[in-house]
């Protein structure tokens, strides 16, 4: 199907596009009462990112359910520094946990020849959710691959797991910036074959997450946000020029307009705390501008939600424009809210 009858891609290609197109971070996940029964199934989490049969299914579930314009694929971005042969284990109520990266042997100690194999699970879920969607009916649905940006994975790995202020990782760019680096060095080349992997699979966008942009200076942001950003959408279009790449450099303020300008993406995503009409000044008008609903107003529900939906979308009329949440949502949303939300985005 071409991209003609794909209301997301046609956003991404500058056109704004009315009502938006509207997908949601997270939308398959532990809201959803069929979502908390394949899990269920699963195991552990990782055991259920390797699944290609029930990664596929969970990725489906919110499309049957809301109609959303896109599916984005079921996984996590720490898979990848999994696929290199770095540890990981998500600990109940406690989140991801690795071994912390302090040195140089742990970086050489990351071995690029693992991917291919490792992420192949991954890869069937890809083929599996494309094959899904046009069997089931939503073929004019964009499927999302996706990828952590190479800063934030560098965080978690650094830091043994998530952290309020990434006090280690910020230290390493300032005392030890040649380690930071070659470390950066290697999560960029890996998330290109990462991504490039599941664009010939059937992704037909990626999206980098780049969720703790927010905590560096200006010109660390450069650095290790913009520079790497900038190489893996370069790298990208070389080889699939069609594709859009979308960026969400969380808590990036005013730096939103640096990152959008300077990394070649075709879609910039606003956390929850960017004003949109501030955003859209800032963001080159061919650039899609994605967001910014505060998941916690779709918990809210009722008027304060829709108050809220329908003050960005004023901000957002007549540009490029996605609609989504300013994060992922959260467990304990009503499923019902997210049907009104839809509502309210449709009747834009």
Known sequence: MGTEN??????????AVWPPPV??????????????????????????????????????????????????LFSDILMLPW??????????????????????AAVAALDPGRLPAAIEPILDTVRGIR??????????????GFAGSPFTVACYMIEGGGSREFAATRGMAYSQP????????????ATVTYLAAQIEAGAEAVMLFDSWAGVLSPSLFRDLVIAPTAAIVAALRGRYPTVPVIGFPRLAGVMIGSYASETGVQGVAMDT????????????????IQGNLDPLAVVAGGEVMASEARGILEAMRGRPFIFNLGHGIVPPTPPEHVAALMEIVRAA
């Open 131 to 144: 094959a899904g969607l046009k069997a089931e009916g939503f073929g004019d649905r964009t499927l999302i």
């Open 178 to 189: 040649e380690l930071l680096d070659s470390l950066i060095s290697v999560l960029t080349d």
């Open 83 to 104: 696929a290199l042969g770095h540890g990981l284990e998500f600990k109940e109520g406690e989140g991801p946990v690795l071994p912390q990266l302090r040195d140089a």
């Open 6 to 15: 794909k209301r997301l891609l046609r956003a991404l290609g500058g056109e």
């Open 273 to 288: 705390a960017a004003d949109p009409a501030l955003a859209a000044s800032l963001v080159p008008q061919g650039v899609a």
């Open 23 to 72: 997908w949601l971070m997270r939308q398959a996940g532990r809201y959803l009462p069929e979502y908390r029964k394949v899990r269920a199934q699963a195991g552990d989490f990782v055991a259920l990112c390797t699944n290609p049969a029930l990664a596929t299914e969970v990725t489906l579930q919110p499309i049957r359910r809301y109609g959303f314009d896109a599916a984005i």
